[in-house]
C-alpha cells in the first residue's frame, strides 16, 4: 500500500545536539512538507518542496534544515540553532500544484515526537 | 488571503447524540475545503472535501459537511457520535493563489461522554 513512513517514532536530543527525522512516500507525490505540532497551536509549516532539489521556508524555519535529493525522502534535521524544538513533527506530501494537488488534500505520516533531555 | 477559523476550541457531547463541529473560511477564489481528523500521537486522516461539486459532502465513520457559500461556512456534522469518534478536528483550507499550500484551522478537541 502507498503511504508516508516516518521514522523514529519517537526521538530524545539533547542539548546541542543536531538530529535528523526521517520522511519517505511512495506515492509518487512532488510535494513533501514539514509541520511542528503544539499543544493548542495547531499545525505550522516549517519547510515545503514541490521538486526534488528544491525548497522553501515556511513560518518558522528557523533552527531546522531540508534536503531533497530525492523525491520520495525529505528529511528534516533539527539543529542545536532551534531552542525549543520538543514537538510533534508531521511530514506530508501531495500532489503538486500543477497536478491539481490543492483539490486533493495532503496524506500525512505518522509522526514524530521529539523530546529535548 | 486565504484563511480558516474553528469556532469552538473544545466541544464535549454525549455518546449518541449529534455532533456539530463549526468552521468559517476566508478565500477570494472558490476554494477547496477539508476537514481531517488526529487521535492522540498519530498523523492527520482525511475526512472528507469539499471541491465545487455537491455542497454536501459525504466523509468516512459517518460524518458530512456543507458548504455554504453565503455564510462562508463549512460545519461538520454527524448524527450520532460514538466514542471512537474522541479526537482532534481540523478544518482546512487551500490556499488556490499561493502555489496550492493548506492553510489549518487552530484544531477543535471532541470529547465523547459515554
Known amino acids: 500500500d502507498g503511504g508516508i513512513t516516518q521514522s523514529p517514532k519517537y526521538l530524545f536530543r539533547k542539548e546541542g545536539q543536531n538530529v535528523t527525522l526521517s520522511c519517505e512516500q511512495n506515492?509518487?507525490?512532488?510535494?513533501m512538507y514539514w509541520y511542528r505540532q503544539d499543544p493548542g497551536q495547531g499545525l505550522r509549516l516549517i519547510y515545503y518542496s514541490q521538486i526534488v532539489n528544491d525548497f522553501q521556508k515556511g513560518d518558522i524555519a528557523e533552527g531546522y534544515s531540508v534536503s531533497r535529493e530525492k523525491k520520495e525522502s525529505f528529511p528534516l534535521t533539527v539543529t542545536s540553532a532551534q531552542k525549543n524544538p520538543t514537538a510533534f513533527y508531521l511530514c506530508?506530501?501531495?500532489?503538486?500544484?500543477?497536478?491539481?494537488?490543492?483539490?486533493?488534500?495532503?496524506?500525512f505520516g505518522s509522526g514524530t515526537r521529539l523530546t529535548v533531555v | 488571503a486565504q484563511s480558516v477559523t474553528q469556532l469552538d476550541s473544545h466541544v464535549s457531547v454525549s455518546e449518541g447524540t449529534p455532533v456539530l463541529l463549526r468552521c468559517n473560511y476566508s478565500s477570494s477564489y472558490s476554494p477547496s475545503l477539508f476537514w481531517y481528523v488526529q487521535h492522540p500521537n498519530k498523523g492527520l486522516q482525511l475526512l472528507l472535501k469539499?471541491?465545487?461539486?455537491?455542497?454536501l459532502v459525504k466523509g468516512i465513520n459517518g460524518f458530512e459537511a456543507e458548504f455554504k457559500k453565503s455564510e462562508t461556512s463549512f460545519h461538520l456534522t454527524k448524527p450520532s457520535a460514538h466514542m471512537s469518534d474522541a479526537a482532534e478536528y481540523f478544518c482546512?483550507?487551500?490556499?488556490?493563489?499561493?502555489?496550492?499550500?493548506?492553510?489549518f484551522g487552530q484544531g477543535t478537541t471532541l470529547q465523547v461522554k459515554p
Open positions: 506530508a506530501s501531495s500532489k503538486g500544484p500543477g497536478a491539481g494537488g490543492w483539490v486533493d488534500g495532503y496524506t
Open positions: 469539499y471541491t465545487s461539486a455537491a455542497t
Open positions: 506515492l509518487n507525490h512532488d510535494a
Open positions: 482546512v483550507v487551500s490556499d488556490i493563489a499561493n502555489t496550492g499550500k493548506l492553510i
